[in-house]
């Protein structure tokens, strides 16, 4: 009893070097063809991207406004009270009213 086996079809002989071809390397023109199928699909893609409809929507304001830091500057500018620092504030116009009163201070 022998544990080799044997074949029942018979033995081709092997293609020459030029014919023979791995299923890893697909022909030249079948790439290149692929290729240029790709390269005219992204420049219809590029060409008609300015054309079609789009409707912007705007996006919801969340957070701190312009108005909420404008009025926030505008109270403390018109308001008598203290700072961080512990000095004191005074509102704008009666700052300005007192310069004209008293004049700046001059040095020697």
Do not use: C, W
Request: glycine share 6%; hydrophobic share 40%.
């Amino acid at each position: 009893m022998s544990y080799r086996p044997t074949y029942s079809a018979p033995r081709y002989a092997p293609r020459p070097a030029q014919q023979i071809r791995t299923m890893a390397e697909p022909p030249l023109s079948r790439l290149m063809i692929a290729g240029l199928m790709v390269f005219i699909m992204l420049s219809l893609v590029v060409l008609l991207a300015g054309r079609v409809p789009f409707t912007p929507q705007p996006a919801p304001v969340t957070g701190n406004t312009y108005r909420s830091y404008v009025t926030e500057a505008r109270t403390l500018l018109n308001s008598y009270g203290y700072t961080m620092e512990g000095k004191v504030h005074i509102p704008i116009d009666r700052a300005m009213d007192l310069i004209v009163e008293r004049g700046l201070p001059v040095r020697e």
